[in-house]
């Protein structure tokens, strides 16, 4: 299996702009997770998905970030407009929940934004 | 989910066994220890988790003590791969929450 797979691994963008962040999960498991990495707040979720339907969008810091599952192969998390204090890594996991081993999450490589 | 301390940092000598500990001195009865890694630049690592029992598998073992409120993750002979910083997690399994919280962790630096 390839793993879960983000797109893309680098993205420079300038104040303002839109981005949009690619996350295809492991084939198969029905949970999708959004977390965000800084220096300052360390790793955080975002949101996470369950059968491609939002469950949890607590940690979304704001209304500039929207995310989406249109089916269980593909999300996006999308920052409209962009602002410096969005710089981060961006990391997308997913898991089979259900209990047991199968709760565990397989996160992807990271998006590394800057916002300039 | 309960609260975790872990120490900032520790060192270990490549081969020798890596100790990690835990507190969680608020766990519930439910509550899982879970362990993930993060290795510079990439994405977190599943390790091992456990309730009250002893576990082991084929990258770590975990010790929990008897009143769970503590533990220790051993990697048994750590090698220069093994840098990196060590999560401890603590939630309840299962239900409708899935969420992972982490903290600040333990940085884990292995000399050779």
């Known amino acids: 299996d390839a793993g879960v797979i983000q797109s893309p691994r680098h993205e420079v963008t300038e104040m303002g702009q839109e981005v949009t962040l690619r996350c295809k999960p492991i084939?198969?498991?029905?949970?999708l997770f959004w977390y965000r990495q800084t220096m300052m707040r360390g790793l955080e979720l975002l949101i996470y998905?369950?059968?491609?339907?939002?469950?949890?969008d607590s940690g979304m810091p704001e209304d500039r970030f929207s995310a989406k599952m249109p089916n269980a192969s593909f999300s996006t998390l999308k920052i409209q407009p962009s602002e410096p204090r969005d710089s981060a890594v961006y990391f997308c996991?997913?898991?089979?929940?259900?209990?047991?081993?199968?709760?565990?999450?397989?996160f992807g490589p990271g998006t590394r934004l800057l916002v300039l | 989910d309960a609260k975790t301390t872990q120490p900032t940092s520790m060192d270990c000598a490549e081969g020798r066994a890596a100790n990690l500990p835990c507190n969680h001195s608020?766990?519930?009865?439910?509550?899982?220890v879970y362990w993930y890694r993060q290795i510079h630049s990439q994405g977190p690592q599943y390790i091992i988790h456990?309730?009250?029992n002893n576990e082991t598998n084929e990258m770590a073992s975990l010790i929990i003590t008897e009143d769970r409120k503590s533990s220790t993750l051993i990697l048994p002979h750590a090698t220069l791969r093994d840098t990196a910083v060590y999560y401890c997690?603590?939630?309840?399994?299962?239900?409708?929450?899935?969420?992972?919280?982490f903290g600040k962790g333990t940085l884990l630096t292995v000399n050779p």
């Open positions: 084939s198969g498991h029905d949970y």
């Open positions: 456990g309730l009250k």
């Open positions: 608020t766990i519930s009865g439910n509550e899982y």
């Open positions: 997690i603590v939630r309840v399994r299962g239900g409708s929450n899935y969420k992972l919280t």
């Open positions: 998905f369950n059968n491609n339907v939002p469950i949890d």
């Open positions: 996991a997913s898991s089979l929940g259900g209990g047991g081993r199968s709760e565990t999450q397989y």
